[in-house]
């Protein structure tokens, strides 16, 4: 088995299961690249820290550039600006959102038309994008 560095795409609203992701990759024999280990969330880093959301977002898609592939544990702007920047480069996406991203469906519906790739990808995963009425 190849050891393949691991891009970890996860919404800042999931910040919690940053430990969790890390160790996912750990555990499938990957190294991982994770923007919340590499940019500790606080002070200057996050949403309202000094560098700025923007700021941060092209650090982690300079990040993106340096991986081998890229596992998707979630759906937001964010995520899917880092995946698009993967699919640009050609480096292949893993979709992990049904188990790490309970409310993905709803993300998934907002942001479709912004990142016309995601249906696909979706679709290409067997992946389900109703959102179930019970």
Request: net charge positive; proline share 5%; charged share 25%.
């Amino acid at each position: 088995m190849q050891h393949l560095l691991t891009y970890c795409a996860l919404p800042s609203r999931l910040y919690h299961l940053t430990e969790q992701t890390y160790n996912f990759v750990l555990e499938n024999k990957h190294a991982p690249l994770h923007p919340f280990k590499a940019f500790e969330q606080g002070q200057a880093f996050g949403d309202n820290g000094i560098f700025g959301r923007e700021r941060v977002i092209e650090f982690a898609l300079r990040m993106v550039g340096i991986c081998d592939q890229l596992y998707l544990f979630g759906i937001s702007d964010g995520t899917l600006q880092e995946t698009r920047k993967a699919l640009d480069l050609n480096i292949p996406v893993k979709l992990h959102i049904e188990r790490f991203d309970l409310d993905w469906r709803r993300y998934y519906h907002e942001l479709k038309p912004k990142y016309p790739f995601l249906e696909k990808l979706i679709k290409d995963n067997n992946l389900t994008p109703r959102i179930s009425k019970y």
